[in-house]
Antibody, heavy 120, light 109 residues
Framework: QVQVVQSGAEMKKPGASVKVSCKAS????????VHWVRQAPGQGLEWMGV????????NYAKQFQGRVILTRDTSTGTIYLELSSLRSEDTALYYC?????????????WGQGTLVTVSS | SALTQPASLSESPGQSITISCTGT?????????VSWYQHRPGKAPKLMIY???ERPSGVSNRFSGSKSGSTASLTISGLQAEDEADYYC??????????FGTGTKVTVL
C-alpha cells in the first residue's frame, strides 16, 4: 500500500511558483529527514534538497539554491516543496523520499510522484 | 556533477550483469554511503542496496553491491524478466548534499 502520499499534478506558467506536499499515512514525516528528487522527461533522477522534519532546517542542491524552499507543517505532519521562477526545464515528476534515520543517507520510502508541467 | 553509469546494459535470462557507478574522491570515494535504486516506469524508485553493500530486507539476494575506490557496482545475478528497469546509484557528497548517477537501462533479452 502507498505509505507516502503526494499532492496531485500541477500545471503552471513560466515565472510562477508551485508548492507540492508530501505526507505519510503510517508515520509522521516530521520525525525524519525528507528528501526531494525530480525526474525530467527522458532524464535521470536529480537530488534537490533535504529537510530535517524535527527542526525544519534544510539544505539544497547548488543548482536550486534561491529557487527552492522546503518547509514542514508540524500540526499535520506534512512536508512541502516550493519551487519558484518556474521555467519549462522544471517540467518533471517530483518525488519526496524518507531517510530512515539521520546519517543513513539512503531513501527507503518514496511518494508516488507529482507531475509539474510548466508551459505557457 | 552526476555520477557516471553506462546508459544501457542487456543480457539473457539467468546471466549476470554488473552496473558501474563512477564518482570522485569527494563523493563515492569518501563515504561508504552509496545506495542503488530500481526504477520502473510509472512507479516510485525502490531501494535495492544501501551503505555500498547492504541489502534491505525483502530485496532478492540476487542483487549485491560492491565498491572499489571511487567506483561502486551493482551486480544482478540470475537475471529475470522482472529485473528489467532503470537503475540509479546515489552517493552522499558531503555538506548534506547527494548526487545521483546518470542511470542505466537494463534489458533482459
Amino acid at each position: 500500500q502507498v505509505q507516502v502520499v503526494q499532492s496531485g499534478a500541477e500545471m503552471k506558467k513560466p515565472g510562477a511558483s508551485v508548492k507540492v506536499s508530501c505526507k505519510a499515512s503510517a508515520y509522521n514525516l516530521n520525525n525524519y529527514y525528507v528528501h526531494w528528487v525530480r525526474q525530467a522527461p527522458g532524464q535521470g533522477l536529480e537530488w534537490m534538497g533535504v529537510i530535517n522534519g524535527n527542526d525544519g532546517t534544510a539544505n539544497y542542491a547548488k543548482q536550486f539554491q534561491g529557487r527552492v524552499i522546503l518547509t514542514r507543517d508540524t500540526s499535520t505532519g506534512t512536508i512541502y516543496l516550493e519551487l519558484s521562477s518556474l521555467r519549462s526545464e522544471d517540467t518533471a515528476l517530483y518525488y519526496c523520499a524518507r531517510e530512515p534515520a539521520p546519517g543513513t543517507s539512503f531513501f527507503d520510502d518514496w511518494g508516488q510522484g507529482t507531475l509539474v508541467t510548466v508551459s505557457s | 556533477s552526476a555520477l557516471t553509469q553506462p546508459a544501457s546494459l542487456s543480457e539473457s535470462p539467468g546471466q549476470s550483469i554488473t552496473i558501474s557507478c563512477t564518482g570522485t574522491s569527494s563523493d563515492v570515494g569518501s563515504y561508504n554511503l552509496v545506495s542503488w535504486y530500481q526504477h520502473r516506469p510509472g512507479k516510485a524508485p525502490k531501494l535495492m542496496i544501501y551503505g555500498d553493500t547492504e541489502r534491505p530486507s525483502g530485496v532478492s539476494n540476487r542483487f549485491s553491491g560492491s565498491k572499489s575506490g571511487s567506483t561502486a557496482s551493482l551486480t544482478i545475478s540470475g537475471l529475470q524478466a522482472e529485473d528489467e528497469a532503470d537503475y540509479y546509484c546515489c552517493s552522499f557528497a558531503g555538506s548534506a548534499t547527494y548526487v545521483f548517477g546518470t542511470g542505466t537501462k537494463v534489458t533482459v533479452l
